[in-house]
């Protein structure tokens, strides 16, 4: 009990931290917003106190099913961070400034192409915006879709390996897809397999949705996303982490689905190899 109690604190701790990290970084951050920001902090983190801390989850999915949680706050905290030091850098800025800055520009040039989710970013930018901002929105795109290619491809081979779940403990569907109901109806595996193809058709399509619908909101409102830096920080992270989330959720429930068959298949297969001979169809 102690031991969960003190990794739900620590978890929620590092959520205050992961969320604060654009306002601790960027400069000439609104006073307001940060109040907001902070606030936003506070409630993710009793969420996350709460979750971890009961014996059973309500919302969060694969709690006990490491590092598939793990991945998505690291890519999460590394995106946040490079944008923040992207976009808080002037003309001169640091060494590390200067490489994630270099390298989400090679990323983000080779993926300027037609039709490409970071072109239709670049599309929305307002046209008054000058050569050295719109480099800089370019470079962290870039950065925030090589974080989340790169972690994507970590799961994938984990799950390929067999590294994930872990084989060594036992996997409780219930605790680990707390919104997932095995008894609504229908087969377990196909229900699976549906949703698992649901999430990643969304996860493909949602960079291409997420940029209009967020210029759309923004007109409605009468703000601006690349307004403010920190508005322009949190937007690049969500285009990116939403997909990776949903691309993530979606292969993990596919795999959950053939862990499913597997077993059945063998105590399908235990069944009819303890069965009589003489209770065998001939």
Do not use: C
């Amino acid at each position: 009990m102690f031991t969960r109690l003190a990794g739900a604190l620590l978890r929620a701790i590092l959520i205050v931290l992961v969320i604060l990290t654009p306002s601790l970084l960027v400069p000439g951050a609104n006073g307001e917003d940060a109040k907001v920001i902070t606030l936003a902090a506070l409630a993710f983190a009793a969420v996350t106190l709460l979750e971890y801390g009961a014996k059973f989850p309500a919302l969060i999915e694969f709690r006990d099913a490491p590092p598939f949680n793990r991945i998505r706050i690291i890519a999460m905290m590394l995106t946040l961070f490079g944008l923040s030091i992207i976009i808080g850098v002037d003309h001169e800025g640091t060494t590390l400034s200067v490489v994630m800055t270099a390298l989400g520009l090679v990323v983000g040039r080779t993926l300027d192409f037609p039709f490409s989710p970071l072109r239709l970013v670049l599309d929305h930018l307002p046209e008054n915006m000058d050569a050295i901002a719109a480099t800089k929105v370019q470079s962290m795109a870039g950065l925030a879709v090589l974080i989340a290619m790169l972690s994507l491809f970590i799961f994938s081979i984990m799950i390929r390996s067999g590294a994930w779940p872990n084989r060594a403990s036992p996997f409780n569907v219930w605790i680990n897809l707390p919104t997932f109901d095995p008894t609504a109806g229908g087969d377990v595996i196909t229900r699976l397999n549906r949703d698992g193809r649901v999430n990643v058709i969304f996860g493909i399509f949602s960079p291409f949705v997420i940029p209009v619908v967020a210029v759309m909101a923004a007109n409605q409102m009468g703000a601006s996303v690349v307004g403010s830096p920190q508005t322009m920080v949190w937007a690049i992270t969500i285009w990116m982490f939403l997909p990776l989330s949903l691309l993530m959720r979606g292969m993990a429930m596919i795999q959950v689905a053939r862990m499913i068959r597997a077993r059945r298949a063998r105590l399908i297969a235990g069944v009819d190899a303890d069965a009589p001979k003489s209770a065998l169809p001939s």
